[in-house]
């Protein structure tokens, strides 16, 4: 099974690199899904020479019909990208609060925009410090970078490719499983799943701190969920912030042709004729499907 080696660096493997005469670029995409905005904490704390990039506001669209996280404009995140200092065939590293959820979406994003030269900080911020590395609290500079951005260098989704998915081969839906059968939805509108989803929660494939374990034991946790080479796969949350890191997860597994259905439920559910499926599922974390249950428009 071929393991990516372009995935991840570790805290050591990043210190190295900075300190070389050649340095990645990096971006602190802090972010919480409620509360204070990741710009507070990289003010209060970043990795010297990171570059603060807002995943709300910078590396997504405005919410709206594509859901709560759509793909950005094109122009407008090359915009972004060329003044954080991206530069055509410089690397760059992107790091988190350490459950490597927003570091996941912001890898997504600029490979999705043609950029494929990004890893992500294994264990993101709290992994440094916990390494005794420095910080700082002074504002990054960079010089303008000349990235070009290409949309589709990753599969991204839309409802009715999701839809095809779920029935000719797997979408993983990687909500809880109580969100997933219907019972409960703190955020949308409407609680269920895309007809004929999987549900994996993010918990059963990513450590308690959001890492992600070796690719051998990925691999296992994913074919028991129906993941199988030649069979289309694709991943959905909320919003498609949870589900980039399932893509991750899927490539360090050896399933590079993961795509991403980036408006996820919150897109899925912008249009009321799209049908909503539920389930009474004892254990719909299996890879079981959606299970018994019901449907409703």
Known sequence: MPVPDDLFVDVTGLAAELASPEPPTLLDVRWRLVGAPGRVDYEAGHLPGAVFVDLDTELCGPPGAGGRHPLPDPAVLQRVLRAAGVRAGHPVVTYDGGDQMAAARAWWTLRWAGHRQVRVLDGGFPAWVGAGRPVSTEPADPLPGDLTVRPGGMPALDARQAARVAAEGVLIDVRTAARYRGETEPIDPVAGHVPGAVNLPAAEYADADGRLPAAGLLRERFVEAGVRPGVPVAAYCGSGVTA??????????????????????????????????????PDPGSGSGSGSGSERP
């Open 244 to 281: 980039a890191q399932a893509v991750l997860a899927l490539h360090r597994a050896g399933f590079p042709d993961a795509a991403l259905y980036v408006g996820s439920w919150s897109d899925w559910l912008t249009d009321p004729a799209r049908p909503v499926a539920t389930t009474t599922d």
